[in-house]
């Protein structure tokens, strides 16, 4: 009998847990939103949805981590360019790789879509994909982030893994489906959110299949294969996916296209945006700017009644401690 | 579904017995290095793979289901060139629709990679993803193969359902990397296969996002976007899963950089060719073969000690009774 009582109450209290599956969430609307969503596609009733059909993608930059203040592929791209060059000697004084070297703020400041294309595809490109693997994994390991010193994959938003983890103990297949380099997010998607390499979806350069002395080989390219960005995003979740997402999370007008690509099945699913407005823990953006401009997808979430995530008020942490 | 489910709990019936999973397969080397191969990786020791690692590929046309006397996903094309016509009457006197609208065999017999890549678009475009999905739908649950009269679902190998099956059963996610398109294949794979929407790649045509009054559209458009044969397959391969297969199965030279791209891990992965040499049974065709040529990766094969897999003697029974 002791023992009985001892199980019941180890067992309410793994329910209580359970109760409260997102403790960096405040007890707000948002969250409550999101434990009614997950409660209903999950419990036999109209709303259930099989778990093969529970199909979940999240954008990245500025969604899962922070993107501030230039996204941290860019800085990844910008740290590679002394090895590049050193590697390809000539570059050393064509732009714009010779403003990088010479750390001209001013002149970075002014570098348009076209310098950062040169500069992200020759940082990313002249090896093979294992190779990349390996340099990515270098960076990330050792790089900091200038403003708080803190590793990269160490900006990431708590309240975010927490709803990852909620998705996935409930069944859900969790997709990153970001404009940034697949290979790139590949490297640390797996510990940091639990996301497979099969279920990250990005960017992409050309890739070559040779072979060395009978060896295959895949090299990259320094030449744009996909961008996985606005009208992209739904394509690239149909022919990777071929299922329409049920829950869809964005913090951009790049995402406004996946957002409404997934919004087709009135309360069965759940498009999110991730709504930057904390310039004390983290960064306060939206219409006006550069990186991760929220504009049209915010008039879109108000006439369809999307849930804004307000990171100031509906987020007790911001990122882990 | 049924049939798929069916042959799943008969399977875990057998696994659980301690039966044989592969009761289609002679008792034989094949299948021994078949049930060598899953046992070594899935049992705790040296050769053991973790189940998110256990990674494996097939062929399509020619591995999983017959491509005699042409690729079915051909004759769903000739099938559907009077509708395409309808919506576009001009097409009526153009080669060469015109061939095809006439059954003039002898034009057929001649056309070449441009009349069959012009069949292909115009038959597989012009129309939303889920229209066509709907198209391919219709036509799969009616058409029959001309020679055996079968539906072309029934058209499947039965001992590759078994070893799909089995796979599955032992931790594998199971892959579809065929030169078919991805859209097409993905109408039957889950119900026939058990293999989801998710892990078929294939050949895509551009699709194009828009919206009409408001609501997301994906539209197939006449241009191809991505061929998945050869060198295609690996990078196919490395950009939808981003991990090494630990087995692949092809039958033909379009597989051989596949095969060659998974076969990087010695006794730990296990590589398959199915040899097609049962006329009775099935066709018998290899080296000089217009469909489905094997040469190159037969020689391969030899020279790298892949597992061959001899229709006529390995395979106790070719379709599903």
Chains 1, 2 share one sequence.
Not at 126 to 147: K, L, Q, S, Y
Not at 151 to 163: A, D, K
Not at 185 to 207: N, W
Request: hydrophobic share 40%; proline share 6%; net charge negative.
């Amino acid at each position: 009998m002791l023992f009985k009582l001892l199980l019941i109450s180890i067992l309410l209290g793994a329910l209580k847990a359970n109760a409260d599956p997102l403790p960096s969430w405040h007890d707000g609307e948002a969250r409550t939103r999101i434990i009614d969503f997950v409660t209903n596609v999950t419990t036999p009733g109209e709303a259930y949805v099989p778990p093969a059909e529970r199909i979940a993608v999240f954008d990245n930059d500025g969604t899962l981590w922070a993107e501030q203040p230039l996204y941290f592929q860019l800085q990844f791209a910008l740290d590679r360019v002394p090895a590049v060059v050193a590697d390809n000697p000539a570059l050393a004084k064509t732009p714009p790789f010779n403003s990088v070297l010479k750390h001209d703020r001013e002149a970075m400041a002014a570098f348009g879509h076209k310098e950062i294309a040169q500069i992200l595809l020759q940082t990313h490109s002249g090896m093979t994909t294992d190779e990349f693997a390996d340099v990515v994994n270098a960076w990330i390991d050792t790089a900091r982030h200038p403003g708080t010193d803190r590793p990269y994959t160490e900006m990431v938003y708590q309240p975010m893994l927490e709803l990852l983890a909620f998705l996935q103990l409930s069944g859900f297949k969790t997709y990153i489906v970001s404009g940034g380099g697949v290979a790139f997010m590949r490297t640390f998607s797996e510990r940091v959110y639990g996301i497979p390499p099969e279920q990250v979806i990005g960017s992409s350069v050309q890739v070559e299949y040779t072979e060395v002395e009978g060896q295959p080989r895949l090299i990259r390219k320094p030449g744009l294969s996909f961008i996985d960005d606005k009208e992209g995003k739904p394509v690239a979740i149909n022919l990777h996916i071929g299922r329409i997402p049920i829950l869809a999370f964005g913090n951009s007008d790049g995402d406004l296209q996946m957002l409404k690509w997934a919004d087709r099945c009135g309360e069965n699913c759940l498009i999110g945006i991730v709504h930057h407005n904390d310039a004390e823990r983290e960064w306060a953006y939206d219409r006006d700017s550069h990186i991760g401009r929220l504009d049209k997808a915010l008039d879109a979430a108000g006439e369809r009644r999307w849930l804004v995530v307000d990171m100031k008020s509906d987020w007790l942490t911001v990122f882990p401690r």
